[in-house]
């Protein structure tokens, strides 16, 4: 398989996270920016790095780099890429762009010249006249960052957090994405207790327990490179097969998923029986002051409002007051908190281990993360075999 260059895209604060996780599957040549996690791979990682990323947003495969200053520019080194070796005379391959901090600001201009230049090379190599556009999609996308022209076409199809188990979200869920990212970065395990007690649509708890389980995230859904005739359905087979086989249907994971608001603990029932892990989440409806567990070394790891719409404001700072005197019972526990309130740990009255800065959407956010006390020897020594480190993210 020849090389090519893969591009995972993140959301702001996510690219460390997403770094890792190429490198967990076994890609080691990678460049790190704002946004994106590039790595050199074949083709065989295009359905790997699909079903299996659960942080990035996207897999794009990137076709050229190089400087545009001009439109004539832009047209002379795009027809120069070889769109042939992916796209076939019946290919449909829309353009879309964006354009920062650049000459050639006019976006819908670069996609008319790009795909211009794409029909001229591709043109020449078919011999036809016009296309029909009428097989499958290769929506390509130029970039451009300070001059300089990043031509991508779009392996994935929808975003990477459409798993498939959400048919219904209640208020204000958090994307698929951000809910394994917090996970991922609390560091818990499967052989710990875990609590969301403000669990809305259960996301939260849901990609928790795909990660304890190593259920891949893309393992349901399909990906528009799945109709491209150079990424061939064995390739997608293969990951799909081995990925089923590596399912741990012998983990005892408990994670306790609540919310006040009975519509979404439904929602999160429905959401989690679609995921296949509504074995290992327990719902209830309740208030956060009524959440208990007799397990020492728990995690919560919560997503509470923010109250960033008008009259909430009060409500939400004496929730987050409680919240203090609540999860201070759970003295041996680490604690988690994705909030946009800026006062957050005042009102919480204590200060964060570690803060993390990310974006929820468009809402900048911060990851408040209260490491709890180290368990003891054997438990450590337990979870060194499941994963060798205990060092946090
Ligand atoms: C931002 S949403 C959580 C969204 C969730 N992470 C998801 O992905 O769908 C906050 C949730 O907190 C719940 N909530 C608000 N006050 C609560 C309280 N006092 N006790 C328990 N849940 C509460 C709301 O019903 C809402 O579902």
Request: glycine content about 6%; aromatic content about 10%; hydrophobic content about 40%.
């Amino acid at each position: 398989m020849a090389k090519i260059e893969l591009i995972a895209t993140a959301t702001f604060g996510l690219e460390e996270m997403v770094k890792l996780e190429v490198k967990q599957l076994g890609y080691e040549e990678m460049q790190v920016e704002n946004g994106k996690v590039t790595f050199v791979a074949d083709e065989a990682a295009i359905p790997k790095a699909n079903i299996w990323l659960r942080t990035a947003d996207r897999v794009l495969l990137k076709m050229g780099e190089f400087e545009a200053r001009s439109f004539e520019e832009l047209f002379q080194r795009t027809k120069a890429l070889p769109w042939e070796e992916w796209i076939p005379e019946n290919g449909k391959f829309p353009v879309v762009g964006k354009s920062v901090k650049s000459q050639l600001f006019s976006v819908s201009d670069c996609q008319a010249i790009v795909k211009k230049a794409i029909v001229e090379r591709l043109k020449e190599v078919y011999h036809v006249d016009w296309f029909q556009e009428s097989g499958p999609e290769f929506e390509v996308e130029v970039a451009l960052l300070k001059d300089v022209a990043t031509l991508t076409i779009d392996t994935s199809g929808a975003g990477l957090h459409k798993r498939g188990y959400r048919a219904q979200a209640n208020e204000a869920p958090l994307k698929e994405t951000l809910a394994a990212a917090m996970v991922m970065i609390s560091r818990w395990r499967e052989d710990r207790v875990l609590i969301d007690p403000f669990c809305g649509s259960g996301t939260i708890a849901i990609e928790a327990a795909m990660i304890g389980k190593n259920i891949a995230p893309g393992l349901e859904r399909k990906f528009a490179a799945e109709e491209w005739p150079r990424v061939p359905e064995h390739l997608w087979k293969e990951v799909r097969v081995e990925a089923l086989k590596t399912i741990r249907q012998d983990v005892d994971i408990r994670i306790l998923a609540s919310d006040i608001d009975p519509r979404a603990v439904k929602i999160a029932e429905e959401n989690a029986y679609r995921a296949g892990v509504d074995d290992c989440i327990t719902f209830q409806v309740q208030d956060i002051a009524k959440i208990a567990s007799d397990a020492k070394y728990g995690y919560i790891i919560c997503n509470p409002p923010y109250g960033e719409r008008l009259g909430e404001k009060e409500e939400i700072e004496k929730l987050y007051k409680r919240m203090g005197q609540i999860f201070s019972k759970f003295d041996t526990w680490s604690v988690y908190v994705l909030t946009s309130h800026e006062a957050f740990e005042n009102l919480y009255g204590k200060k964060a281990s570690k803060k993390r800065k990310l974006y929820n959407g468009r809402i900048k956010v911060d990851y408040y993360q209260f490491f709890g006390p180290k368990p003891p020897k054997e438990m450590l020594e337990k979870r060194m075999v499941l994963n060798e480190t205990d060092e946090r993210m």
